[in-house]
């Protein structure tokens, strides 16, 4: 534990003027960022007499090891750079939402030619309008499909449409009136873009104007005896209704608003949110964090706005924000959400009336929220707790590991040796500081030697980090996951490194000679601080170095349950990447060892010829007309083909039966895949 007079600053050293600070830790982690109007007035509370801080400040400030600020012009620059220094660091102490879903949302492509209604999620895209978000994808189906008979708006894939342009046939929304049908001709893309916008109007709000429309040309074809006509139109009056119902009106005055309300104790806070617009809930969010810093409501609100609109632009910000406590001070957010939106924007609590009303509504979700969550979690937070203190016990540490590593070698028979580590944190799947390696000390099975190796590597770069003397650069070793390309390490402003923090505990999958050789490694490196245990699978015992006896648990010990969980999953990272290996290597073409030879060119040609077959057999001047091959990539194609021996003809594991070629699967690059190899997703599992 620091004291934070050791890294406090000097008098006089921190400016009195708005700016984004940052605490480190002891591994130069960023584990808090906040910002002020006067740095100097807001650094020097957190460097008072430890016994007024509030537990969770001093928690933070006794982990930290050193302070550093950046100075900004204005307020709302300040909330800028503190919003995206949260989002780039994730400090541990600053509050997170937690958002567990991807909340759909209703989305019409108005930047395609023939714009698409369909449910999306994530990032919005431009060009895109979006209504809601709502709870669940099936809620959008629904009124989809009863908005369709009114509005045919295409709601069909690229593929769909361009299969059903091309045999001049549609789909079978087209066939029952529920597409338009652009894709076969039967309007004109100016017309299906009068739908579309006629469907956006409507999920909009703007409803009356459209239904009395509905009922006038109802009513005067009724008056010319165009009966058909008229039920039909009855029928469409009756499915608007229908789909309106699905939204009541809460606001007489057709309002854009977002209703914000927070329910809150001493250690978690819910978040809840109503999207309102033309006076009828959209879509209902909400999230839950945990309030690891000493906050108010008015923070808690500041952070949610942050959480809600620092993706967003234009009307996704509506005019008017209703929350249950201002931030302090409120006029920095204001102008913020104002530059989001394009335009002014309302931040205020509602007084009275129907939007004070419709706040009680959402404050009583809240409090649903943060019960329902409570109820959920509290088992599981006292059985984290307890498991970590029972492994503590047992391996007789100093305290309970807070941060848990392990590590399994996977391998087919001596081929593509590879291991894995995975990182569990407070009990928790840590998966972004997931690690994979490939053994390329020795050749061959020796899972002993490979966890020497593997132990040796992850620790020899935790020093080199530790010693700060630059980056370490390591090209002959591959062991980055999907999404962390290159060597991953980060600058000094605070960015996760590969191994940049060390664990309490090394869990090893095995027995006493693989925990033995972690042992080694540890000791050959000179680190004495991190202990060791391995796991073996058989009855389930752990092992510890230099103890001729394991250390057995009970079944029902909520410690080899948390290590039974590390160590699986540590198994599950490891055969994952041993058999995506395996079947790359299943899937490798005579057309790879072809330099310059890129996959776009590879497809081109297996699809300008059907198969390997077809091409092997082919002359040079056939070749030639592929589009992109010139006569020297021809001949270096030819000559590489007749070399390589043909690949033995892929089976259909399934009826045994012996498939030429020219009816084998196309790989990732074009090539023919063997029938019976896995077909394993690449990477880190997520």
Known sequence: MADPSSYRPRPGAIPDSPGVYRFRDEHRRVIYVGKAKSLRQRLANYFQDLTNLHPRTRTMVTTAASVE??????????????????????PRFNVKYRDDKSYPYLAVTMNEEFPRVQVMRGHKRKGVRYFGPYGHAWAIRDTVDLLLRVFPVRTCSAGVFKNAARTGRPCLLGYIGKCSAPCVGRVSAEEHDELAEEFCDFMAGRTGTYLRRLEKQMTQAAEDMEYERAARLRDDIGALKKAMEKSAVVLADATDADLIAVAEDELEAAVQIFHVRGGRVRGQRGWVTDKVEEITTGALVEHALQQLYGEEKGDSVPKEVLVPALPDPVEPVQQWLAERRGSGVSLRIPQRG???ALMETVERNAQQSLVLHKTKRASDLTTRSRALEEIADALDLDS???????YDISHLQGDDVVASMVVFEDGLQRKSEYRRFQIKGFEGQDDVRSMHEVITRRFKRYLVEKEKTGEWVDEGQDNHVDGDPGNGLKDEEGRPKKFAYPPQLVVVDGGQPQVAAAKRALDGLGIDDVAVCGLAKRLEELWLPDDDDPVVLPRTSEGLYLLQRVRDEAHRFAITYQRTKRAKRFRSSPLDDVPGLGDTRKQALLKHFGSLKKLRSATIDQICEVPGIGRKTAETIAAALAQAVPAAPAVNTATGEIMEEESGTMGS??????MGAPDERRGQET
Do not use: H, M, N
């Open 69 to 90: 600020w950046t100075v900004v012009s204005t307020e709302v620059e300040a909330l800028q750079l503190e919003y995206s220094w949260i989002k780039e660091f994730d």
């Open 400 to 406: 309970a590991p807070l941060r848990i590593e392990c």
């Open 354 to 356: 129907d939007k004070k």
């Open 669 to 674: 690059s074009g090539e023919p895949v063997t």
